[in-house]
């Protein structure tokens, strides 16, 4: 609305009423600005929370697949694992996230003999990712092991230094986070 104050910042009260929408019109496409952005921010934070994780590599039990520090994109509704996949999980043990290989599925029964071979229900198991010697660990679980169902048998491809389900025992489908479907190396030479 015009009054004498308004008129003698000057113009007229055309003008005025001008720089009013201009100045609402502003306040307006902000307004519309900070919704899309929140919009945005919704949709991704479902869509990565939901769809896709991220996760860091830290330490070499997956070397030469995995390397220390590597980024890896995580697809979270798997509706069925298979022999080979790699996962992050949760180490309820040490409390924090770990990436392994599934070797052993539910219902199986895994065994490892004296020269390094995994067995899968007495069958060897082809495994030609591994860059170290297979061996049971004298502190760790018993073999042969058999899963319950949801359990799955995991291991590193770096067994010499892998901290796994030889150690641990088999881990639980409900800690499992996702599956690894890309990998960003950290380091490329």
């Given amino acids: 609305m ?19 929408l201009e100045n609402y019109r502003q306040k307006r496409d902000i307004g519309e600005l900070l919704r899309s952005v929140v919009i945005i921010f919704a949709v991704c934070f479902v869509v990565f929370g939901l769809l896709f994780g991220l996760g860091r590599v830290k330490g070499n039990s997956m070397h030469t697949t995995l390397c220390d520090k590597d980024f890896v994109l995580l697809w979270r509704p798997v509706r069925e694992y298979q022999r080979g996949d790699i996962i992050f999980f949760r180490n309820e043990n040490e409390n924090k996230e770990v990436v392994k290989r599934i ?34 660990r004298s502190d760790g679980i018993k073999f042969p092991v058999q899963l319950e169902d ?9 067994r010499a230094v892998s901290y796994d ?25």
Wanted: aromatic share 10%; glycine share 10%; no cysteine.
């Fill in 103 to 136: 070797i052993g599925m539910p219902g199986e029964t895994v065994d490892i003999d004296s020269q390094g071979t995994v067995y899968i229900d007495g069958e060897a198991l082809d495994e030609d990712y591994t860059t170290s010697f297979t061996a049971e």
């Fill in 165 to 189: 389900s030889r150690d641990i025992g088999p881990i639980q489908r409900k800690d499992i986070d996702g599956k690894v479907i890309f990998v960003a190396r950290y380091n490329i030479q």
């Fill in 2 to 20: 015009w009054n004498k104050k308004d008129n003698i910042a000057g113009g007229s009260p055309e003008e005025i009423i001008r720089k009013k």
């Fill in 150 to 158: 949801e359990e799955y048998f995991v291991m590193g491809d770096n």
